[in-house]
């Protein structure tokens, strides 16, 4: 089992940048990747940004790229979101997923753990 901790939401104004972070623990070798998905009132949740857990790989979904950046600290089993430029369209409950399996995977479906998601709120 694996479990996931996200800190680091807040309100912050449009232009503004914000850090989240989502730490695991338990059995993490098990982990072969690690994502972010985020979920706005009334939409669906989606794929924002995943990492393999050996930090080799990188995947951005369009709408984030150039202004997100997916880390992770490997002493710490922490992974990190770095949002800058947010716009009020990102407010949201950014959820952290976790995957068993090594093919790369953008469906909240294909995921097999959860943290229990932070809110993201960003005023125009």
């Known amino acids: 089992q694996v479990q996931l901790v996200e800190s680091g939401g807040g309100l912050v104004q449009a232009g503004d940048s914000l850090r989240l972070s989502c730490a695991a623990s338990?059995?993490?070798?098990?982990?072969?990747?690690l994502a972010w998905f985020r979920q706005a009132p009334g939409k669906e949740r989606e794929f924002v940004a995943l990492?393999?857990?050996?930090?080799?790989?990188?995947y951005y979904a369009n709408s984030v790229k150039g202004r997100f950046t997916i880390s992770r600290d490997n002493a710490k089993s922490t992974v990190y979101l770095q949002m800058n430029s947010l716009n009020s369209d990102e407010t949201a409950v950014y959820y952290c997923?976790?995957?068993?399996?090594?093919?790369?995977?953008?469906?909240?479906?294909?995921?097999?753990?959860w943290g229990q998601g932070t809110q993201v709120t960003v005023s125009s």
């Open positions: 997923a976790a995957r068993r399996g090594d093919e790369w995977q953008f469906a909240p479906s294909e995921y097999d753990y």
């Open positions: 338990g059995r993490t070798i098990s982990i072969n990747t």
């Open positions: 990492i393999t857990w050996n930090s080799l790989y990188r």
